[in-house]
């Protein structure tokens, strides 16, 4: 007969784990509902998060208590330990190649082995025996009732050694990830812990996050006996489901102005077809002729007085017309300018950063930003390929 259950455990620990869980499974439908063109990385990230709000849903149940009352899910989640590490590493891959790897289904074969090896001996165990694992994870103190089960001592080796595996597979896939990057930001010409935002800090970032829980899973399971500090590594994991969140929220198309309000916030304008023909004219000659956009002060206040033409008019021409905000439109001069300079055999001698500041940038980083998002490549990088044309 199977005990009574102890009391439900309800705190900071528990609320936190269980948001995390909830918030996870939201993310993991997201991506995993964005995955064709470009996105194929997100699919293997929307893995990753489920696979992680999976795991903490076990341990919040263990936690609490919960886990008494459904016992046949003690365990449930194991097989899932042992997919994290290769779909990060899958997601890297294939978010900074923009294609699948090839064979990929391979690194999924530790953890769907595992999940037959539980199917046939752990699974369909009894409850009692159920009871019993999971009050040695989380309640060594309790007294264990009497159970029977199938199966010989050396079969069960793989269960009593899964989180040595665990934290075997996460070194590996960790150190590879880390190999990875640290070519792939080689390759750009960049540095791996570069300042400025590029494509690739993001995958970094992300790899970064799972190193420091390799280091909190290393000292939790130095420091607890049993399981019994799991509800940090959930807590941790769901730091992450946080962090995640909270970086797609920031980037949502939700915040960003629409064509419609662009529309709309310029449908009471005076704007007339004539003042609009007359501007654009202007702007291309002196933009070419004057080079205004050199001085590190110029600003749209600056440029429309210079045109004879409201700032809201030069506004609206920009966006509506040349559909680029002033920033857009006056990086886009900028960077013109730094690539003839760059390709230019006489300024071999002009350090990259001097380059920047002669277009009008004020700091190196924000230069190498605005270069790469418009060349798709670095200052550095460009150059290189000029000079190795000239050959």
Same mark, same amino acid.
């Given at each position: ?32 509902? @964005?995955?064709?063109?470009? @996105? ?16 903490? *849903? ?24 042992? %997919? ?15 294609? *699948? ?78 190999? &990875? ?28 996050? %799972? ?10 399971? *130095? ?64 933009? %070419?002729?004057?080079?205004? &956009? %050199? ?97």
């Amino acid at each position: 007969m199977i005990p009574a259950s102890p009391p439900i455990r309800t705190d900071l620990f528990s609320l936190f784990i269980l948001l995390g869980c909830v918030q996870g499974l939201i993310l993991a439908y997201v991506f995993l509902s @964005h995955v064709k063109g470009s @996105h194929r990385a997100n699919l293997f990230l929307g893995i990753l998060i489920l696979a992680m709000s999976v795991i903490i *849903t076990d341990v919040w149940l263990g936690y609490t208590h919960y886990m008494f009352r459904v016992l046949w899910l003690v365990d449930f989640s194991e097989p899932l330990n042992l %997919l994290m590490a290769p779909t990060a590493f899958l997601y890297t891959q294939t978010g900074v190649n923009q294609k *699948t790897p090839r064979r990929a289904w391979l690194h999924f074969l530790p953890s769907l082995v595992y999940l037959a090896y539980m199917c046939v001996l752990i699974y369909p165990q009894s409850l009692a025996f159920k009871y019993n694992s999971n009050i040695g994870s989380f309640h060594p103190e309790m007294e264990r009732i009497e159970a029977t089960r199938y199966g010989s001592d050396w079969m069960f080796f793989p269960k009593w050694h899964i989180n040595d595996l665990t934290f075997a597979s996460m070194v590996i896939y960790s150190i590879a990830g880390f190999w &990875f990057l640290t070519r792939a930001f080689r390759e750009r010409g960049t540095s791996f812990f570069a300042g400025e935002k590029n494509p690739l800090t993001w995958f970094r970032d992300m790899s970064l996050q %799972l190193t420091f829980l390799i280091l909190v899973f290393f000292i939790v399971r *130095t420091s607890f006996p049993h399981d019994l500090g799991d509800h940090i590594i959930a807590a941790f994991i769901s730091l992450i489901i946080y962090i995640i969140s909270f970086t797609v929220l920031r980037k949502s198309l939700f915040f960003h102005e629409s064509n419609e309000r662009t529309a709309r916030k310029y449908e009471k304008s005076s704007l007339t077809e004539e003042i609009q023909s007359a501007t654009l004219g202007k702007l291309e000659a002196v933009m %070419l002729a004057e080079k205004p &956009f %050199l001085d590190p002060g110029f600003s749209l206040p600056t440029l429309s007085k210079r045109l004879g033409v409201s700032t809201h008019h030069l506004s609206q021409i920009l966006n509506e017309e040349l559909k680029q905000s002033f920033f857009d439109f006056l990086g886009a001069y900028r960077i013109q300018e730094a690539q003839r300079l760059l390709a230019d055999p006489e300024n071999a001698y002009i350090k990259i950063e001097e380059i920047g500041q002669m277009v009008g940038y004020n700091s190196k980083s924000a230069f190498n930003t605005a270069f790469r998002k418009i060349t798709g490549s670095t200052p550095s990088e460009y150059r290189k390929k000029q000079a190795n044309q000239k050959f």
